[in-house]
Each structure stands twice: as structure tokens, then as C-alpha cells.
């Protein structure tokens, strides 16, 4: 997928979604730029253009750039069980139900919550082996991932 197909399924603004790459928003990108053909354009995986959709998403919603970038860190290294091996978005992501059920709660202090098919996990925070305990957000930020990722795979 290039930028041009990622605005049309999202109908996302293409120098919204330009943006979000070039302030590096959404950490472990993989892009192909290509550099012989005008414009270089950027191809990706649809998984990249998920997590450019959701600093989009974040960033129209007036987060600082590095919030974003801990609540998609938090978001990547989520599972669904604290002593899971594998990551939760993968599964997520490949889930055969659409419309999908799925969002993703940030506290601001780089915790996330993910609700899935109605369940929630505990709270997850990057590189700690277990769950913080007594986390009491004041604030939480929704991101509707089930929504998102229904848009950018979709087959249009």
C-alpha cells in the first residue's frame, strides 16, 4: 500500500498521513521509499499504514508528538495476558471479525488497556514483565482500533 491508497480507504487527509512519517510518530516503521519514480513514494505493509492511521487519529486530537509515540510503544508491546509470549495487535489485527470490537486505552503516563471481542486486559506498560499495579488514570485516551483497522484493510 502507498499513501494515496491509506487516504483513500481512510479518507484521511494525504499530507496529514505524510506528516505522521515524516515527524517518525509511529515507532518500528517499515517503508520502502522509492527513489526512482516522481514523488517518491512510500510503500508499507497495511499494518504500517494502522499505526499511521492512529497517530493521525492521535495527533488530530491535539497530542503532543511524544505522547503519541508512548502510546503506540505501549500499544505494539501489549498482550492480552500478562504472561502471554506474544504481542496482542497481531492478533488483533488478523481477527476475521468485522466489524471489529477493539479499542485501546492510554493513561498518559505510558500505560495502555485493550478491550477485545469485550474483554479487557490489565493495564501494560512497556518493559515491565508484569501488570503496574493501582494504575488510577485521571484522564484516559480512547483509540478506536477495531474501527481503524476495518478502514485501512479494507479491500476497496
Known amino acids: ?43 508499507f505493509a497495511d499494518d504500517v499504514g494502522f499505526g499511521i492511521v492512529c497517530a493521525v487519529t492521535l495527533l488530530d486530537l491535539g497530542l503532543p508528538h511524544e505522547t503519541i509515540r508512548q502510546f503506540l510503544t505501549a500499544l505494539l508491546d501489549a498482550k492480552l495476558q500478562p ?6 495487535l497481531p ?7 468485522r466489524p471489529l470490537d477493539a479499542h485501546a486505552d492510554f493513561d498518559g ?5 485493550l ?3 469485550g474483554k479487557d486486559t490489565e493495564w501494560f506498560k512497556p518493559g515491565k514483565k508484569s501488570a503496574p499495579a ?23
Not at 504472561?83 to 496482542?88: E, G, I, N, W
Not at 503516563?109 to 488497556?113: H, L, S, Y
Not at 488514570?137 to 478502514?151: E, S, Y
Open 91 to 97: 492478533t488483533i489485527l488478523a481477527s476475521p471479525l
Open 1 to 43: 500500500m502507498d499513501l494515496s491508497t491509506l487516504a483513500s480507504r481512510t479518507r484521511l487527509d494525504r499530507r496529514r498521513l505524510r506528516y505522521v512519517l515524516d515527524h517518525e510518530l509511529v515507532p518500528a516503521l517499515k517503508i520502502k521509499i522509492v527513489n526512482d519514480e516522481s514523488g517518491r513514494p512510500r510503500h
Open 109 to 113: 503516563d505510558g500505560c495502555v488497556r
Open 83 to 88: 504472561t502471554d509470549s506474544q504481542r496482542a
Open 134 to 156: 493501582n494504575v488510577a488514570p485521571r484522564v484516559i485516551v480512547r483509540l478506536n482500533i477495531g474501527q481503524i483497522r476495518d478502514l485501512v484493510f479494507s479491500p476497496h
Open 115 to 117: 478491550n477485545f471481542a
